[in-house]
C-alpha cells in the first residue's frame, strides 16, 4: 500500500525536533545514544504512522521506545502524533534502518518490533526485506542477549520467508501462532493489523530470542 507523499507531513519533519532524532547532527546521534543507554528501550522499525508505540508507550512509561521509519510523509503524520501525545518516553529516526545501524554500535535494546513489514515479494528486492541475512545480522549485534524479536505479519510467503531465515540464524523459536487473534499483554494493534483483521486475514505472529546461538554474520551460500 502506498502512501500519497503530503507536503505538510514532510515539512513538519523538517521543522520539529523535541522528540524527533537526526543522523545529519551529531549532537543528535550522542541525544539518540543517551536515550537509548538511559533506560531500558524497545525499538520498532517501520511503525507507520505510530498506532502501536504510541499505545505500548502510554501503557509503559517506564520504558523508552525508538520507532524508525523510512517514508518521509509517514515519519511527519508518525512524529506530529508523537508530538501530540506529550510523552518523553517515544521518539522517532526518519531513516533506513540499515543506515541507522551503523550508529548503533554501542547501543543495546531490549527488544525489537517488526510488524507487517513490507513483504517485498520480487526476488530482486529480496536483500531489502527487514528479516533478510543483512537485517537479521544487524539485529543480533543491537539486541541484548536472551531478548527478543516480536514479529507480526498478514502475508503467509513473507512469514514462511521470515521464519525459515529466522530459524537459518539459529534464532530461537518461543512463540508461534499463526492465527492470532487476542493480543498479549506487551502487544498493541497497528493500522494495518486493524485493516487485515477487519478483511478475515489471519494474523501470523512470532516471537524470537536471541541467544548465545545465533549467528550475527552473514552465512555465505555453500557454492557445491
Ligand atoms: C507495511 S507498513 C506497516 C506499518 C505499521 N507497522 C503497521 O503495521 O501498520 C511498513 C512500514 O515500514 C517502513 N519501512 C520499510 N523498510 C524500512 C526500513 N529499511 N527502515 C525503516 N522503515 C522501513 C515503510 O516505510 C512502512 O511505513
Redesign the pocket.
Known amino acids: ?1 502506498r ?1 500519497k507523499y503530503k507536503p505538510w507531513a514532510v515539512q513538519y519533519l523538517s521543522e520539529y525536533f523535541e522528540n524527533q532524532f537526526t543522523l545529519e547532527n551529531e549532537e543528535s546521534i550522542k541525544s539518540l545514544v543517551d536515550f537509548v543507554s538511559s533506560k531500558d528501550t524497545y525499538l ?6 505510530g ?2 508505540i504510541l499505545n505500548l508507550a502510554k501503557r509503559y512509561q517506564n520504558i523508552n521506545f525508538l520507532v ?4 518521509k510523509t ?1 515519519s511527519g503524520i508518525c512524529l506530529k502524533k508523537i508530538d501530540e501525545s506529550d510523552l518523553k518516553n517515544v521518539k522517532l529516526i526518519s ?4 543506515k541507522l545501524s551503523e550508529f548503533l554500535k554501542t547501543v543495546k535494546f531490549c527488544g525489537l518490533f517488526l ?4 513483504p517485498r515479494p520480487k526476488k530482486r528486492h529480496t536483500n ?1 526485506r ?1 528479516t533478510s541475512d543483512n537485517f537479521l545480522v544487524e539485529y543480533s549485534k543491537i539486541l541484548k542477549n536472551n531478548h527478543y524479536i516480536y514479529f ?1 505479519t498478514d502475508n503467509d510467503k513473507f512469514y514462511e520467508y521470515s521464519k525459515e531465515n529466522f530459524e537459518r540464524y539459529n534464532w530461537k523459536q518461543i512463540y508461534i501462532n499463526e492465527d492470532y487473534k487476542n493480543l498479549d499483554d506487551f502487544d498493541a494493534e ?4 486493524m485493516k487485515f483483521k477487519g478483511e478475515g486475514v489471519k494474523i501470523k505472529r512470532l516471537i524470537l530470542e536471541k541467544t548465545d546461538a545465533t549467528i550475527n554474520n552473514v552465512i555465505e551460500e555453500d557454492k557445491n
Open positions: 500500500m502512501t520498532e522499525i517501520g511503525p507507520g504512522k498506532q502501536f524508525c521509519e523510512l517514508n509517514i531513516c533506513d534502518f540499515y510488524n507487517f513489514s513490507d531489502r527487514l507480526k497497528t493500522e494495518f493489523e
